[in-house]
T-cell receptor, first 115, second 111 residues
Framework: DVKVTQSSRYLVKRTGEKVFLECVQD?????MFWYRQDPGLGLRLIYF???????EKGDIPEGYSVSREKKERFSLILESASTNQTSMYLC??????????????FGPGTRLTVL | DQQVKQNSPSLSVQEGRISILNCDYT??????FLWYKKYPAEGPTFLIS?????DKNEDGRFTVFLNKSAKHLSLHIVPSQPGDSAVYFC??????????FGAGTTVTVRA
């Protein structure tokens, strides 16, 4: 079974703090993704990575950065947390097979509250 | 601007009856569509998908219909069961790995 794990289920931080969200997958997937889920807005893509040290901006990258030093690990960084970054953060991974649409596998999510 | 829209935030259905979830999209370049199911405190899990070259795909109790001319797809669940109570997300792709998601529809199956 594919397993995507996220370092924390719940996190409470203060405005201005630097926040690290970690994601690890064990299926040797090339692609990894970070989404945030907000009521009425669904899942919005923040950043994704299709290879080690590669990253691309998603639809809402402002205020975030990412790091992918190893294939299995993809980190989301909030350089200076703000209250509007309070959200559910979901990590996902998938294979990268040319010409194929590949299912994304999701982690359980991290509920981040910024006070 | 959201390219994938689920206009019904919630749906309540009696156990054993049909659940119909709707999804509209605006990007004509989308060529693959997926439905994900999400329980509280869990990540979304893949449910069923359909390629734009088809108009129907069936998997057990779940059937997805695609109407390309209307840019509309729907998910039918027959018969609905209590374990189907969850949030359902419609998603679409125009390449092989990036997905655009709708806002979700919360389904409640009443006993």
């Amino acid at each position: 079974d594919v397993k995507v794990t996220q370092s924390s289920r719940y996190l409470v931080k203060r405005t201005g703090e630097k926040v690290f969200l970690e994601c690890v997958q064990d299926m040797d997937h090339e692609n990894m993704f970070w989404y945030r889920q907000d009521p009425g807005l669904g899942l919005r893509l923040i950043y994704f990575s299709y290879d080690v040290k590669m990253k691309e901006k998603g639809d809402i990258p402002e205020g975030y950065s990412v790091s992918r030093e190893k294939k299995e690990r993809f980190s989301l960084i909030l350089e200076s947390a703000s209250t509007n970054q309070t959200s559910m953060y979901l990590c996902a991974s998938s294979f990268k097979l040319a010409g194929a649409h590949n299912e994304q596998f999701f982690g359980p999510g991290t509920r981040l509250t910024v006070l | 601007d959201q390219q994938v829209k689920q206009n019904s935030p919630s749906l309540s259905v009696q156990e054993g009856r049909i659940s119909i979830l709707n999804c509209d999209y605006t990007n004509s370049m989308f060529d693959y569509f997926l439905w994900y199911k999400k329980y509280p405190a869990e990540g979304p899990t893949f449910l069923i998908s359909i390629s734009s070259i088809k108009d129907k795909n069936e998997d057990g109790r779940f059937t997805v219909f695609l109407n390309k001319s209307a840019k509309h797809l729907s998910l039918h669940i027959v018969p609905s069961q209590p374990g189907d109570s969850a949030v359902y997300f419609c998603a679409a792709s125009e390449n092989d790995y990036k997905l655009s998601f709708g806002a979700g529809t919360t389904v409640t199956v009443r006993a």
